[in-house]
């Protein structure tokens, strides 16, 4: 029940997640906990409005002590492969966007992606982000800039993280346990894996509709939540990203199992297009 001028009711099995931005807005104890039951990631904001913290269900799956066994069992070439696959499909969805934008560079990215080797040994993922940026943004962006670029960035890749993470514990997996990544005070080194292939994804609205001279507005976070709902590409399917997330988290305990990483399934960057349903 969403109270403010009017009330609105909202049934819980109809939510994915929910980013409060206002600092005034409260929620109930009963609330945050339904929210837990039903698997919605709850996103909080700092006073600039960027995602700074996610409420995830604690111990969900049936199978908890099972999943973490599996994921602490974990070869080293299994891991390497998995993330050498990460690395080759986010090059590949950079340079598609790069080629969505009509910009230079999306050919390099592709030849960037057949060098990755096991593990990325090579660090292509680092030098192809270089390239990458170079192209998308020009020459004089950088990401440690206070921009309404890089606002609007940081954003779009907090909600990817967070859906990601919240499909990985409804699967079960620890999202502190990461393939690649390894920080210990980080709680979503898995999410953090897995998210690298959506980032093309944000970089793709943010190079489209933000200026540099933008405030950055309810409607352009508006816009940058949406993007959980656009079309993505998985195995050759439409999916929206939500349910790619998901697509992508269902292949990655079918490969645990089986210590398969080919079965794995990322999605495909594909020209911004809201999901339609059939």
Not at 11 to 30: G, K
Not at 207 to 214: C, S
């Amino acid at each position: 029940m969403i109270e403010q001028e009017e009330k609105v009711s909202i049934p819980l099995e109809d939510i994915c997640s929910i980013i409060i931005e206002e600092q005034a807005v409260s929620v109930t104890a009963v609330a945050l906990s339904k929210m837990a039951e039903h698997n919605i990631a709850l996103f909080t904001c700092d006073q600039k409005r960027l995602p700074n913290g996610v409420l995830q269900p604690f111990q969900k799956h049936s199978r908890q002590v099972g999943v973490l066994h599996m994921q602490y069992a974990y070869s080293k070439p299994f891991k390497k492969r998995i993330w050498q696959r990460v690395v080759i499909q986010k090059l590949i969805n950079q340079g598609k966007c790069l080629e969505f934008l009509n910009k230079e560079g999306a050919d390099e990215l592709y030849r960037i992606s057949k060098t990755v080797d096991s593990g990325d040994s090579n660090n292509r993922e680092a030098y192809g982000a270089k390239k990458y940026f170079q192209y998308l943004f020009g020459s004089e962006f950088t990401r440690r800039s206070d921009s309404v670029v890089n606002a609007s960035l940081n954003y779009g890749y907090a909600i990817m993280r967070g859906l990601v993470a919240r499909s990985l514990v409804g699967y079960g997996f620890f999202p502190c346990l990461g393939i690649y990544h390894d920080n210990e005070l980080n709680k979503f080194n898995l999410a953090d894996d897995f998210m690298e292939v959506l980032r093309p994804l944000v970089d793709l609205y943010v190079a489209q509709h933000i200026q540099p001279d933008d405030e950055f507005s309810p409607s352009i976070r508006a816009d940058l939540y949406n993007l959980a709902n656009m079309d993505i590409l998985v195995n050759g399917e439409k999916l929206t990203v939500v349910n790619a997330v998901e697509e992508m988290t269902k292949s990655f305990v079918t490969a645990s199992r089986s210590q398969d990483p080919s079965l794995l399934k990322l999605p495909e960057l594909l020209p911004l297009q809201l999901h339609v349903y059939e």
